[in-house]
């Protein structure tokens, strides 16, 4: 199988893909080729990403990336997302919705996800609808980023999307998370390792009420920690204390300036008060993805 042939820069110069994946990657641009319009729920993750910029490539301006916007997205993923939509020159448009007006979401059930996606959903329906029309297609398609794996996790939000005939190219076509990640390294994707960062309600467990000034505290920590030069973590917020999770590899190394002559420990708690929180602690497992879906399912 030789070099692929895309309409962006490789990441390598002959870089290849397997078999399947090469495949695969064939039959979705193919797919995207055949659609009148297409809106594309948009996060900023790489798997939405990737979806919006193939779609981008096949269809030019008849492709929109729409990402919804709330206090439950954090700036810096919003921000994000603006760039890397520009970087791949796809149409795109903010809306903001509304699910902190939702019960069903702010009691935070464990199918919060749902009611989310739901709001996301009646907002990007409409929209489809009013492309179709400008364009004169029967129809304009709404898809997504969700890939195999997420179907094997607990996901209440995929049941909103398929309520709405939201379609999921990636997931139809059997790609995982790692071949999402293999084509956009392939394909040039700067973002192609970029970690998951889910939205910022999936701090709290499952029965603790959200509301838009629990999740903007939660944010300001996050983004004072990444000030401090961590990349990949999460301060999960139970009640009104604050458990700072990091992957299990750099906790050594956030362990030592802990401990460090207490300077660093001293400014964090300070930080952390200032923004409401009475305790903090750093979780000594490390960062798991999804770790409130474990709990929920050991209760």
Request: net charge negative.
């Amino acid at each position: 199988m030789g070099p692929l042939q895309t309409g962006f820069l490789p990441h390598r110069l002959g870089e290849t893909l397997p078999e399947c994946l090469d495949l695969a990657l064939q039959d979705l641009r193919q797919w995207l080729a055949a659609q009148r319009q297409l809106v594309v729920a948009y996060s900023g993750g790489v798997d939405s990403a990737l979806v919006a910029a193939l779609a981008a490539e096949q269809l030019g301006d008849r492709a929109l990336a729409v990402t919804g916007v709330s206090p439950a997205l954090a700036p810096h993923l919003q921000e994000e997302a603006k760039l890397q939509a520009r970087w791949m020159g796809i149409r795109h448009r903010e809306i903001p919705t509304s699910e902190l007006d939702d019960p069903a979401y702010t009691a935070n059930p464990d199918d919060r996800c749902f009611a989310c996606k739901r709001e996301l959903h009646s907002l990007l329906a409409p929209l489809a609808d009013v492309l179709a029309e400008q364009s004169g297609a029967a129809v304009a398609l709404v898809v997504d980023g969700v890939n195999l794996d997420d179907l094997r996790d607990h996901r209440p939000g995929l049941r909103a999307a398929r309520e709405r005939g939201v379609r999921s190219p990636l997931a139809e076509r059997g790609i995982d998370k790692q071949g999402v990640r293999q084509i956009s390294r392939a394909l040039g994707f700067p973002w192609w390792d970029k970690p998951a960062q889910p939205c910022l309600a999936s701090r709290f467990p499952y029965g603790e009420p959200i509301n838009a000034s629990r999740l903007r505290r939660v944010a300001a920590a996050e983004d004072w920690l990444r000030g401090q030069g961590i990349a990949e973590l999460r301060v999960r917020s139970q009640g009104e204390t604050a458990r700072i999770e990091v992957p299990s590899q750099q906790l050594d190394g956030l362990l030592g300036r802990l401990g460090d002559g207490g300077l660093w420990r001293q400014e964090l708690v300070e930080v952390f008060a200032d923004l409401g929180f009475s305790a903090v602690s750093l979780d000594l497992e490390g960062l798991v993805s999804g770790k409130l879906n474990r709990d929920r399912l050991a209760a």
